[in-house]
C-alpha cells in the first residue's frame, strides 16, 4: 500500500461526513430561499434587510444588480461556508501531517524506505483532491437543482471559490507544520489566521472596501456569483497556494524529522508533571486557548448588529411573520444564543474526544499499567476528558456572551440586562452538558460510534437555525436538548429543565463509564 493510499483510508471517513454536511447545506439553501422570497418585492425587502454596516461586515457588500435567489443565496453563504470549508481542511491537514509526525506516524513510514518528497507530496496530492472533489459535488449538484438564475459560470465560481479557499487553508496549515513542533500550536495558529482574516475584512468593508483586497475572503465576495458583474478574475489571487505548496515542499524536505524552526520554548523547564489532570491540561490548552480566543471575536461580531436588528426586521415580511408578533429583536437574539452554544461545544467535544487519541496511541495503556501508587485508571482519565470539555465549553461560550455584551453595550433601547446574558449561560450550558454526555456515551460503548456525536451537532444546528424559517415539524425539534428549554432571554429561567437536562448528559456519562470500563482498549 502506498503512503498516499494510507493517509487517504484514515481520513475518508472524516471527509465523507464533512462533505455530506458542508456540501448538503451548501445544496440545500438554494431551494429554501426560492421559495421563501419567490416574489421580486420579497427579493428588495432583503437586500434592503442587509443594506446596511452590520450585515455587509457579516456577510459582505451587496453584489451590484437585481438581488435574485441565486445571487441572495451566493451573497449571503459564500463567506459563512468559506469559514467551515477552512476549518475542515485545517483538521484534515493537521491530522496527516504535524499531528502524525507528533505520533510517531510518520517516523515509521520513513523507515519503509519512504522518500520525504513523497510523504509532503502526497500530502498536499490528498488535499487538492479532496477539494476538486468539493468543487464537483457542489457543481453538479447545483446544476440538478430547478431554481431559475443557477447557471453553470455562477456554479462553477461558487464551487471553485470554495475549493480553492479551502485548500488554501490546507497548504497553510501543511507550512506552518513545517515552522512549528506541536500539532496544537499549528492547529491554533492557523484557526487564528482563519478567524482574523474574517474580521479584518469585516472591519474594512464597512470603512472602505480597497482595504479589504488582503483577505481571501474580499476574493469571494468579489467574485460576485450569479451576478450581472460576476467575475472568475478575482480567483486568480488564489494562486498563492501555488508559493505555499514550495514552501511546504522545501521547509519538509530540508528540516529534521520531529523538529520545527521555530521553537517557542527556547530554554524549556523541567516541569514535574505529578497527575494526569495537569498533563491533559498541557496536551488540550493550545487547542482550548485558541477557541476561546476565537469565540470572544465571534461574540463581538455578533453583539455589533444588536443596534440594527429592529430596523432588520422592521424591513422584512417573512422574518416577521417567523416571529408571529414576538419581540423581534429578543427572537433573533435568542437565535444567536443557540448558535453560540453549539459553536461552543465543537471544542468541548474535541478535547473529550481526545481521550480516543490517547487510548489508540497506546499511552492510556502504559499508564494503566504502571506501578500501582502511580496507576492512572481508565476511570480517571475518562472523567478527567470530561471536565475539561465541559469546562472548555463552558468558558468558551462564557466568552462569547461577553464579546456580545461588550460589543453592544452601548446600543440604545436594547432591553437586554447583564442578567440575561446570566441566565442564557446557565441555561444553554445545561444543552451543552446534554451533548457532551452523548459524547461520553458512545465513547464508552464503542469508540468508533463517537463520530455520530458531530452528526448529531450538525443535525441540532439545522433544526434550530432553520426551523422557525421554514416551518420545521416539531417532532425534529423535540431530538434537540435546546426544544426542552426556556427561550432566554424571551422568556424567564426554567431551573427545573435546567436541572433535568443537566442530570441526564451527567447520567449518559456515567452509563458511558461503566461501559468503558467493561470493554477492551482499543
Same mark, same amino acid.
Given at each position: 500500500?502506498?503512503?498516499?493510499?494510507?493517509?487517504?483510508?484514515?481520513?475518508?471517513?472524516?471527509?465523507?461526513?464533512?462533505?455530506?454536511?458542508?456540501?448538503?447545506?451548501?445544496?440545500?439553501?438554494?431551494?429554501?430561499?426560492?421559495?421563501?422570497?419567490?416574489?421580486?418585492?420579497?427579493?428588495?425587502?432583503?437586500? +434592503?434587510?442587509?443594506?446596511?454596516?452590520?450585515?455587509?461586515?457579516?456577510?459582505g457588500p451587496i453584489p451590484e444588480g437585481d438581488y435574485t435567489s441565486p445571487v441572495m443565496f451566493a451573497h449571503q453563504m459564500l463567506l459563512i +461556508?468559506?469559514?467551515? $470549508?477552512?476549518?475542515?481542511?485545517?483538521?484534515?491537514?493537521?491530522?496527516?501531517?504535524?499531528?502524525?509526525?507528533?505520533?510517531?506516524?510518520? %517516523? &515509521?513510514?520513513?523507515?519503509?524506505?519512504?522518500?520525504?518528497?513523497?510523504?509532503?507530496?502526497?500530502?498536499?496530492?490528498?488535499?487538492? /483532491?479532496?477539494?476538486?472533489?468539493?468543487?464537483? *459535488?457542489?457543481?453538479?449538484?447545483?446544476?440538478?437543482?430547478?431554481?431559475?438564475?443557477?447557471?453553470?459560470?455562477?456554479?462553477?465560481?461558487?464551487?471553485?471559490?470554495?475549493?480553492?479557499?479551502?485548500?488554501?487553508?490546507?497548504?497553510?496549515?501543511?507550512?506552518?507544520?513545517?515552522?512549528?513542533?506541536?500539532?496544537?500550536?499549528?492547529?491554533?495558529?492557523?484557526?487564528?489566521?482563519?478567524?482574523?482574516?474574517?474580521?479584518?475584512?469585516?472591519?474594512?468593508?464597512? @470603512?472602505?472596501?480597497?482595504?479589504?483586497?488582503?483577505?481571501?475572503? $474580499?476574493?469571494?465576495?468579489?467574485?460576485?456569483?450569479?451576478?450581472?458583474?460576476?467575475?472568475?478574475?478575482?480567483? +486568480?489571487?488564489?494562486?498563492?497556494?501555488?508559493?505555499?505548496?514550495?514552501?511546504?515542499?522545501?521547509?519538509? #524536505?530540508?528540516?529534521?524529522?520531529?523538529?520545527?524552526?521555530?521553537?517557542?520554548?527556547?530554554?524549556?523547564?523541567?516541569?514535574?508533571?505529578?497527575?494526569?489532570?495537569?498533563?491533559?491540561?498541557?496536551?488540550?490548552?493550545?487547542?482550548?486557548?485558541?477557541?476561546?480566543?476565537?469565540?470572544?471575536?465571534?461574540?463581538?461580531?455578533?453583539?455589533?448588529?444588536?443596534?440594527?436588528?429592529?430596523?432588520?426586521?422592521?424591513?422584512?415580511?417573512?422574518?416577521?411573520?417567523?416571529?408571529?408578533?414576538?419581540?423581534?429583536?429578543?427572537?433573533? *437574539? !435568542?437565535?444567536?444564543?443557540?448558535?453560540?452554544?453549539?459553536?461552543?461545544?465543537?471544542?468541548?467535544?474535541?478535547?473529550?474526544?481526545?481521550?480516543?487519541?490517547?487510548?489508540?496511541?497506546?499511552?492510556?495503556?502504559?499508564?494503566?499499567?504502571?506501578?500501582?501508587? !502511580?496507576?492512572?485508571?481508565?476511570?480517571?482519565? #475518562?472523567?478527567? $476528558?470530561?471536565?475539561?470539555?465541559?469546562?472548555?465549553?463552558?468558558?468558551? &461560550?462564557?466568552?462569547?456572551?461577553?464579546?456580545?455584551?461588550?460589543?453592544?453595550?452601548? @446600543?440604545?433601547?436594547?432591553?437586554?440586562?447583564?442578567?440575561?446574558?446570566?441566565?442564557?449561560?446557565?441555561?444553554?450550558?445545561?444543552?451543552?452538558?446534554?451533548?457532551?454526555?452523548?459524547?461520553?456515551?458512545?465513547?464508552?460503548? #464503542?469508540?468508533?460510534? $463517537? /463520530?455520530?456525536?458531530?452528526?448529531?451537532?450538525?443535525?441540532?444546528?439545522?433544526?434550530?437555525?432553520?426551523?422557525?424559517?421554514?416551518?420545521?415539524? %416539531?417532532?425534529?425539534?423535540?431530538?434537540?436538548?435546546?426544544?426542552?428549554?426556556?427561550?432566554?432571554?424571551?422568556?424567564?429561567?426554567?431551573?427545573?429543565? @435546567?436541572?433535568?437536562?443537566?442530570?441526564?448528559?451527567?447520567? +449518559?456519562?456515567?452509563?458511558?463509564?461503566?461501559? /468503558?470500563?467493561?470493554?477492551?482498549?482499543?
Amino acid at each position: 500500500m502506498t503512503y498516499f493510499r494510507l493517509i487517504g483510508r484514515n481520513v475518508r471517513f472524516q471527509v465523507f461526513l464533512w462533505l455530506l454536511i458542508l456540501c448538503g447545506i451548501s445544496l440545500s439553501i438554494p431551494s429554501v430561499f426560492n421559495t421563501l422570497y419567490g416574489t421580486e418585492e420579497e427579493r428588495l425587502g432583503m437586500k +434592503m434587510t442587509v443594506d446596511n454596516p452590520a450585515m455587509v461586515a457579516l456577510i459582505g457588500p451587496i453584489p451590484e444588480g437585481d438581488y435574485t435567489s441565486p445571487v441572495m443565496f451566493a451573497h449571503q453563504m459564500l463567506l459563512i +461556508m468559506a469559514i467551515f $470549508h477552512g476549518l475542515f481542511n485545517i483538521l484534515i491537514a493537521n491530522g496527516i501531517g504535524r499531528k502524525a509526525e507528533e505520533e510517531g506516524l510518520t %517516523e &515509521y513510514i520513513l523507515t519503509t524506505g519512504t522518500k520525504k518528497s513523497t510523504i509532503i507530496s502526497s500530502q498536499i496530492m490528498l488535499g487538492i /483532491i479532496i477539494n476538486i472533489l468539493v468543487c464537483f *459535488i457542489l457543481v453538479v449538484g447545483l446544476q440538478l437543482i430547478n431554481v431559475e438564475g443557477l447557471s453553470l459560470p455562477g456554479n462553477l465560481y461558487y464551487a471553485l471559490g470554495l475549493s480553492l479557499f479551502g485548500l488554501s487553508f490546507f497548504v497553510l496549515t501543511l507550512s506552518f507544520g513545517q515552522l512549528f513542533q506541536s500539532a496544537d500550536l499549528t492547529f491554533g495558529l492557523t484557526l487564528t489566521v482563519l478567524l482574523a482574516l474574517y474580521l479584518y475584512r469585516a472591519m474594512t468593508d464597512v @470603512v472602505d472596501t480597497r482595504f479589504s483586497v488582503f483577505s481571501p475572503y $474580499h476574493w469571494l465576495s468579489r467574485i460576485e456569483a450569479y451576478g450581472i458583474e460576476s467575475s472568475g478574475l478575482w480567483l +486568480m489571487p488564489f494562486s498563492i497556494v501555488i508559493l505555499l505548496v514550495a514552501l511546504s515542499y522545501v521547509l519538509f #524536505y530540508k528540516r529534521d524529522l520531529g523538529s520545527g524552526y521555530f521553537n517557542i520554548d527556547k530554554k524549556p523547564k523541567e516541569r514535574k508533571i505529578s497527575s494526569y489532570f495537569r498533563l491533559a491540561f498541557i496536551n488540550s490548552k493550545v487547542l482550548m486557548m485558541s477557541w476561546m480566543v476565537g469565540l470572544f471575536i465571534v461574540g463581538l461580531s455578533y453583539g455589533s448588529i444588536f443596534g440594527d436588528l429592529d430596523q432588520v426586521i422592521g424591513q422584512n415580511d417573512m422574518l416577521k411573520a417567523a416571529f408571529e408578533g414576538q419581540d423581534g429583536t429578543m427572537f433573533f *437574539i !435568542n437565535l444567536l444564543f443557540i448558535i453560540s452554544a453549539l459553536i461552543a461545544t465543537v471544542p468541548a467535544l474535541m478535547v473529550n474526544g481526545r481521550f480516543l487519541i490517547e487510548e489508540k496511541s497506546g499511552r492510556l495503556e502504559m499508564m494503566n499499567a504502571a506501578t500501582l501508587n !502511580n496507576r492512572i485508571s481508565l476511570t480517571t482519565a #475518562y472523567l478527567i $476528558h470530561w471536565f475539561y470539555a465541559n469546562l472548555v465549553g463552558i468558558l468558551s &461560550y462564557l466568552l462569547t456572551l461577553v464579546g456580545m455584551y461588550l460589543a453592544s453595550i452601548n @446600543v440604545t433601547g436594547l432591553e437586554l440586562t447583564e442578567v440575561d446574558y446570566i441566565k442564557g449561560l446557565i441555561n444553554y450550558s445545561a444543552a451543552m452538558v446534554f451533548i457532551i454526555g452523548v459524547s461520553s456515551l458512545l465513547i464508552g460503548i #464503542y469508540a468508533r460510534l $463517537h /463520530i455520530f456525536v458531530w452528526i448529531y451537532l450538525a443535525y441540532i444546528f439545522l433544526v434550530n437555525y432553520l426551523g422557525s424559517l421554514i416551518d420545521l415539524n %416539531e417532532n425534529f425539534l423535540k431530538l434537540s436538548p435546546f426544544y426542552y428549554l426556556s427561550d432566554v432571554p424571551i422568556e424567564g429561567l426554567d431551573e427545573l429543565a @435546567v436541572v433535568i437536562v443537566t442530570s441526564l448528559g451527567i447520567v +449518559m456519562m456515567l452509563i458511558g463509564l461503566i461501559c /468503558i470500563r467493561k470493554r477492551n482498549l482499543l
